[in-house]
């Protein structure tokens, strides 16, 4: 399946859970910033996923949304040190960290949840299944 | 008919309040599931009763304090009916002891049922109406011993006054997917459940301590029930709205 393929899936998707228009759903879209979605929307995405590619997303794989709760050995002054950088990277390899780099704060962590950061997610687990 | 098409589902259905609710969502066009765990031949009579007035009443056994029990309840009613719109969990029992005399089994049997029983079936039509339906009402039947309690009742007392915090829990979490979550707290309903206090008290002296000065029908409940599951609630949740003629306001006669 090409990303292109997948992104028509995800954004059918994401219009469903989040009652968005098609035109929204773009590979940038932040889920949380752009499409405002909320908690309960990751959770619903993640089961209409699962269901739309028939496969298994374990919890806080796609959305590691607690992904330090603040741990020093990762967070210093709100900010993300050089070790959660690499972690980061571990935890979410799909993820375009270029941004976040620039101002690793730790409440932007939120705005790697984007369209992209899913079809590329995607890509991989449907490439190992 | 405010509940038309609507499907509801009430545990404890065959008896009291449950029962009463049964009848008053029925009338108002839902087609209503009930639990009952022992009383058949009174759950026989409510689907009679409901069926002889122009409406759907289906009575499944089980028991709430069985985990499964939720699970297998909604099942059987998303396969029959497509869709649930309405869960009252109603279903509630008392181990009235002195809290010296109070065993770990009367503290579960009753946390287990009233609390327990009720996050189950949360739990159980939680996605349905959450995310397939976006829309839902739960109301949950408490007690206004959570806030006034009487002599006996820490198991009670306990079990009720988490019902209306889980009450207020689930209405933050599923108030965006227009899930409404409510309870009831009646205070002394003329039922099998509340004839040992008043045979305790005295009815008489009960009255006393009620402004209105008489005890609750099932059907004072049941109104605010079905008023809750209605168009006209579609504005309130997470709020625990007291049925007890002025009981809790705790006011001296005289």
């Not at chain 1, 405002?36 to 959305?63: G, H, M, T, W």
């Not at chain 1, 571990?90 to 690793?104: E, I, N, Q």
Request: net charge negative.
């Amino acid at each position: 399946m090409s990303y292109d393929d997948i992104l028509a899936k995800v954004r059918t998707t994401l219009v469903d859970a989040l009652n968005v228009d098609d035109n929204e759903v773009t590979p940038t879209a932040r889920l949380k910033g752009d499409l405002n979605a909320e908690s309960i929307d990751f959770l619903d995405i993640v089961f209409r996923l699962e269901r739309q590619f028939n496969l298994k997303i374990p919890r806080e794989e796609l959305f590691p949304e607690s992904i330090f709760s603040g741990d020093p050995k990762f967070v210093n002054d709100g900010k993300v040190n050089a070790d959660g950088l690499i972690e980061l990277q571990t935890r979410m390899p799909y993820a375009d960290l270029s941004d976040f780099r620039k101002d690793p704060r730790l409440d932007k962590i939120e705005d790697l949840f984007t369209v992209d950061l899913i079809v590329r997610y995607l890509e991989s687990k449907v490439a190992n299944k | 008919m405010t509940l038309k098409d609507q499907v509801a589902i009430v545990t404890g259905g065959s008896r009291g309040i449950g029962r009463a609710i049964v009848v008053a969502l029925a009338r108002e066009g839902a087609k209503v599931a009930f639990v009952y765990r022992g009383s058949a031949d009174a759950a026989k009579a409510v689907e009679g009763d409901v069926a002889a007035a122009g409406g759907v009443a289906k009575a499944y056994q089980g028991d709430v304090v069985e985990p499964a029990t939720g699970d297998r309840v909604v099942e059987a009613v998303l396969a029959e009916w497509g869709r649930v719109d309405i869960l009252v969990n109603n279903a509630g029992v008392i181990r009235d002891k002195l809290f010296l005399q109070m065993e770990a089994e009367d503290w579960n049997a009753v946390i287990g049922t009233n609390l327990t029983g009720a996050f189950a079936f949360c739990k159980a039509v939680a996605r349905q109406m959450a995310f397939k339906q976006r829309s839902g009402r739960i109301i949950n039947v408490s007690s206004v011993a959570a806030e006034h309690v009487n002599v006996g009742q820490a198991n009670y007392a306990a079990s009720k006054g988490a019902l209306n915090s889980l009450t207020r829990a689930l209405a933050v979490d599923l108030g965006r997917r227009n899930v409404l979550v409510n309870a009831v707290a009646p205070g002394f309903i003329e039922t099998d459940m509340s004839q040992a206090v008043r045979n305790l008290a005295g009815e008489d002296n009960l009255k006393k301590l009620i402004p209105v000065r008489r005890l609750g029908k099932p059907e004072d409940v049941a109104a605010v029930v079905v008023f809750l599951a209605g168009p006209a609630a579609a504005y309130i949740t997470g709020q625990v709205i007291t049925v007890d003629g002025g009981l809790s306001l705790g006011a001296v006669s005289g």
